[in-house]
């Protein structure tokens, strides 16, 4: 059975980073593209950034561009990494890995049909 794990989520400073990561099992997503998304209290799911099964097209939220950056490698399971720069009070939501299975990265959560449980960001004022 395909599952996606994410780790890295925690507690930081405004101004700090993370680094998240989602590791897939039960099968390879070398050949999907994949995407983090958020979902706050009382908000809808949003994209984050996603990225093409090669890793040579991304694209992010307007929120994050510049300060987050989406990568993946697929040598052996398939690992999604998040790095998350100069975060802020309004990144604080609930991160999900996603996998989809067209090749390039889309940006509406139902394309994707691949979810991890979520890891917590919270960034303190």
């Known amino acids: 059975q395909a599952q996606l794990v994410e780790s890295g989520g925690g507690l930081v400073q405004a101004g700090g980073s993370l680094r998240l990561s989602c590791a897939a099992s039960?099968?390879?997503?070398?050949?999907?593209?994949m995407g983090w998304f958020r979902q706050a209290p009382g908000k809808e799911r949003e994209l984050v950034a996603a990225?093409?099964?090669?890793?040579?097209?991304?694209?992010y939220a307007d929120s994050v561009k510049g300060r987050f950056t989406i990568s993946r490698d697929n040598a052996k399971n398939t690992v999604l990494f998040l790095q998350m720069n100069s975060l802020n009070p309004e990144d604080t939501a609930v991160y999900f890995c996603?996998?989809?299975?067209?090749?390039?990265?889309?940006?509406?959560?139902?394309?994707?049909?691949?979810w991890g449980q979520g890891t917590q960001v919270t960034v303190s004022s």
């Open positions: 990225i093409s099964w090669s890793g040579g097209r991304t694209t």
């Open positions: 039960g099968r390879t997503f070398s050949s999907n593209a």
């Open positions: 996603a996998a989809t299975n067209h090749a390039q990265p889309m940006g509406a959560p139902v394309y994707y049909d691949y």
